[in-house]
């Protein structure tokens, strides 16, 4: 019994046509390499391969372990030192991309309106962001700062997109040798970012 079959005006056997098969989805399905946020995102088994060498370094583990251990005890600093604020009853860890805990001032809460403390992984830097409780908040108060004459602040560019209305960097590459004074940093920058908001807000009497 003939086992080849007629493709493109061609006789083929059935093994190769195996392979052809196999070549083409190799075309249709390649491991191509992307880019996220600035950050080159190799194929899947490549980039498994190279966690797997880091991990077995330990660095890795140290520093995410460290991380997050500092933003449970900054979170409790702000708990403990601004009774009046609440804050946020967990961390949100992320998938090492960001990771944030937020607070709310009575006078933000109020408006619906919280300040996040985030850690932006790429980046490598501290951020405070004031955002809405959604998207609906958030989009009123972006287009109040945006009709203002207020710029002190970087205003988002879509608030139905990204999750703040306006954001600054409050530590550019921290210094964790001394965790003391980084959370001093953060606290102070957080403060006046905090009073800055709220004086606008009295102002647009909002």
């Not at 966690?51 to 583990?61: E, S, T």
């Not at 009774?83 to 998938?95: A, F, K, L, R, T």
């Not at 004086?199 to 009497?205: A, G, T, Y």
């Amino acid at each position: 019994m003939d086992q080849g079959f007629t493709a493109i005006g061609y006789r083929v056997n059935i093994s190769l046509a195996v392979e052809l098969k196999t070549v083409r989805l190799q075309f249709v399905l390649p491991h191509k390499e992307t880019e996220k946020d600035g950050v080159i995102m190799g194929s899947f088994p490549k980039s498994m391969d190279e966690y797997r060498k880091q991990l077995k370094r330990g660095y890795i583990q140290e520093a995410y372990q460290g991380l997050m251990d500092y933003f449970r005890d900054l979170k409790t600093h702000f708990k403990n030192q601004y009774p009046d604020y609440s804050v946020s009853g967990s961390i949100y860890y992320g998938y090492m991309d960001m990771t944030y805990f937020s607070l709310f001032p009575a006078s933000l809460k109020r408006r619906k309106l919280k300040i996040a403390i985030v850690f932006i992984h790429n980046k490598f830097r501290f951020e405070v962001w004031l955002s809405g409780s959604n998207r609906n908040v958030q989009t009123k108060y972006w287009k109040l700062v945006k009709g203002s004459d207020w710029h002190k602040y970087h205003l988002a560019l879509n608030p139905r997109a990204e999750d703040y209305v306006i954001d600054h960097i409050l530590i550019d590459h921290p210094d964790f040798g001394d965790l003391g004074a980084l959370t001093r940093q953060i606290e102070r920058g957080t403060l006046e970012f905090i009073r800055d908001v709220e004086s606008f807000l009295v102002r647009q009497r909002n």
